[in-house]
């Protein structure tokens, strides 16, 4: 319990130095979020998770079709999740115009494959579709809920460098993070 010693011995002088940049008043703003963020990873949200499972076999299939589609346009050589094989397909084999990162290095990221999808290129829309149903799949269907089928997270009152909430797995590594969930998953929360 060291940290918690610590921190008695040390908010004093943290409270001088609050008031001090006048921050007091946003420290106790902040302080007052804390009981409902806790309510609320406590409490979770219930999930219907056979109703998640059909659409997890869903996905599954769509994902292999979709790999199929793109081992038929690229060949089954070039694996869809190596950014470098992507790259030497799109940009090499077929002659695309390379696009560049902000930091000036070679990319297919999702702006680049967009790019490429205005000028017709049918592989990137493929690939493209390919990282969203696999991000879906590994990120959310993939996820792990507790015991009693409901979704729980870790909120974080000041997570963020500009002091926005956020959240993350608990400390029992299950859930995620309950900012972010797309349509398909919001669409499988229950209400108590």
Partial sequence: ???AATLMEIFPQQKVELERQGNWETYLRQKKLIPPLVYAANTGIKMDLEKMH????ICKREISSTLKEWQDLAGEDVNPDSPQQVMGFLYLKLGNKPYLSKEGELTCDEKALKRLIQKGVKA???LLRYRGLTKMYGTYFEMIFDEDGRFRCSYNP???SQGRISSSKNIFGTGGSGQT???EM???MMAD
């Fill in 181 to 183: 969930m797309p349509a």
């Fill in 124 to 126: 990137a829309e493929v």
């Fill in 186 to 188: 919001r669409e499988l």
């Fill in 158 to 160: 000041v997570g963020t």
């Fill in 54 to 57: 059909e659409i997890k076999d």
């Fill in 1 to 3: 319990a060291k940290d």
